[in-house]
């Protein structure tokens, strides 16, 4: 149980053009999703945090009219890139945790979505 | 910033055990510990969790000192598909977000 289902899983895109990503809870339901981005050889790095049926909170420095996060469902999320540059070329990768669940258990990942802007 | 700090990286021979440390000084009362591992270009993957007690599962076992500053991760007989990058985490509430540190490195020698 606790499957994420990320889609696509990889995408190139010309520059100037706009890249939805989606994030799907498969078999729960999920107020909170968490939406990553990593470089080659980096660590993740959280991007914000999709609130379903509110907006969403963006980490310190993540442009939020760039980085358009919807969470209209309890089960979907997506993230859309707008006017993609090459230096967004990265991999995605989006987080949930089931809602009826406890503290104690662990978040699920996504496979995630390697973009590359040309 | 992540809490914990972990080494850069590890080698260990395949069917050996891997002993992966993390040290989290400042860990709270209230949180947990995590790890999780990262196999090259896919999500991370939950491995095991604990709060004071050591835990076991199918995957690993962690071990967490007494006083809590510092935990072991130990894949008993490693693969070579245990070759990832491998995060320790804390974090208290449910809904707390993740924050990644830099992890170790694992290499498995063949």
């Known amino acids: 149980g606790a499957v994420v289902s990320q889609h696509p899983s990889w995408v190139i895109c010309k520059s100037g053009t706009s890249v939805k990503i989606e994030c799907r809870s498969l078999?729960?339901?999920?107020?909170?999703m968490f939406w990553y981005r990593q470089f080659p050889k980096q660590s993740l790095m959280l991007m914000a945090t999709s609130n379903e049926g509110s907006k969403a909170t963006y980490e310190q420095g993540v442009e939020k009219d760039k980085f358009l996060i919807n969470h209209a469902s309890l089960t979907l999320s997506t993230l859309t890139v707008t006017s993609a540059h090459p230096e967004d070329s990265s991999f995605y990768i989006c987080s949930a945790s089931p809602h009826d669940r406890g503290r104690s258990y662990g978040y699920t990942f996504g496979s995630g979505t390697r973009l590359t802007v040309v | 910033d992540a809490k914990t700090t972990q080494p850069t990286s590890m080698d260990c021979a395949e069917g050996r055990a891997a002993n992966l440390p993390c040290n989290h000084s400042?860990?709270?009362?209230?949180?947990?510990v995590y790890w999780y591992r990262q196999i090259h270009s896919q999500g991370p993957q939950y491995i095991i969790h604990g709060l004071k007690n050591n835990e076991t599962n199918e995957m690993a076992s962690l071990i967490i000192t007494e006083d809590r500053k510092s935990s072991t991760l130990i894949l008993p007989h490693a693969t070579l598909r245990d070759t990832a990058v491998y995060y320790c985490i804390v974090r208290a509430n449910r809904d707390d977000k993740i924050i990644f540190g830099k992890g170790t490195r694992l290499h498995i020698l063949p």
């Open positions: 400042t860990i709270s009362g209230n949180e947990y």
């Open positions: 078999d729960f339901q999920a107020t909170t």
